[in-house]
């Protein structure tokens, strides 16, 4: 009986061996061959499913994964094996010492396809670790390659641009893009908003501190400053009023939900400050000169401060 049982199960085995093997189940087998970095046996299953089901959907799959594989046919597949390890690790394990390693192993690569994509892969993971320097002359490495493929040129253009952004290199930035032709890209004109910005701010903060710079020394030339000063606490109305003035318009687009919620609400305690400024220099001086004066600065201190606030926090912002 126990031999009878132990035979049977041995036969049962060996039949189990012997039993075709569905196409589903070797194109799970590639699939797994992938993942685990084995293109050669990955390939082998592949070519087994498209025999087993040349037209059915996976079998167009699997030739589309024989055709890209094939392409990759480097150094006895030893350049996309190493690929397809470094881009199997988690994100979390992809550290600047793990990057590093592959940079040495890329060089050591055959030129072909695989070298340039692994170069491509390096310079997004830089830009991952936002290490812009390692970014821009990995990005410019990879377009250097002659085996990369032109319809990835204009993206890994854009990728460099983008780098050089990050690392605060505007100018630099925009000059990649108009000499790639790539003037009318979203990234292009977002460049160029950025670094009009980066101009003009100074200049719009500077304009919100001459304005309180105005109404201090009104303020303290009138020789009752603690006078004037004192007067909000008679008026309460017209703090309330410069609070309403400076953080309601805040509150709404915060209650509507808008991408621009981040500027206002900065722009908030800058706009209630300068009403309340503008209160005191009419308190502190009866000359209509002056009180014009802060009232024009006043004008232009909130729109300076607008601006300050848009391209500090309102980046989504079309005209940010």
Not at 78 to 103: K, S
Not at 139 to 163: N, Y
């Amino acid at each position: 009986m126990l031999f009878t049982a132990l035979f049977a199960s041995m036969a049962h085995a060996q039949d189990e061996d012997l039993a075709p093997v569905a196409p589903v189940d070797w194109a799970r087998r590639a699939q797994a061959a992938e993942e685990a970095a084995d293109p050669r046996t990955a390939l082998e299953d592949w070519r087994r499913v498209l025999a087993a089901t040349p037209g059915s959907r996976l079998g167009g799959r699997a030739r589309t994964r024989i055709a890209w594989l094939e392409a990759r046919d480097e150094a006895d597949y030893v350049p996309l094996a190493g690929l397809m390890r470094f881009l199997g690790l988690p994100p979390a394990e992809r550290d600047a010492g793990v990057i590093e390693n592959f940079e040495r192993e890329i060089s050591a690569m055959p030129p072909g396809v695989v070298r340039a994509e692994a170069r491509v892969a390096v310079a997004g993971e830089w830009d991952r670790l936002d290490d812009s320097e390692r970014a821009i002359a990995a990005w410019q490495a990879a377009l250097a390659d002659p085996d990369l493929e032109e319809g990835d040129r204009g993206l890994v253009l854009e990728s460099l641009a983008q780098a050089r952004m990050v690392g605060g290199d505007l100018p630099g930035a925009i000059a990649e893009l108009d000499a790639a032709d790539l003037g009318s890209t979203p990234l292009h004109r977002f460049a160029s908003r950025r670094l009009r910005a980066a101009t003009w701010l100074p200049v719009a903060a500077s304009v919100v501190c001459l304005f309180f710079l105005v109404v201090a020394v009104l303020v303290f030339r009138s020789g009752r400053a603690v006078e004037v000063l004192a007067s909000l606490k008679r008026a309460p109305l017209r703090i309330a009023v410069a609070i309403l003035m400076g953080a309601g318009p805040a509150l709404v687009v915060a209650w509507w939900g808008d991408d621009a919620s981040a500027a206002f609400a900065a722009f908030a305690p800058c706009s209630t400050a300068i009403v309340l400024g503008a209160f005191l220099a009419g308190e502190a001086t009866d000359a209509r000169s002056a009180r014009a004066l802060v009232g024009v600065l006043a004008i232009a201190a909130s729109l300076a401060g607008a601006y300050v606030s848009v391209v500090a926090y309102g980046e989504a912002l079309p005209f940010a």
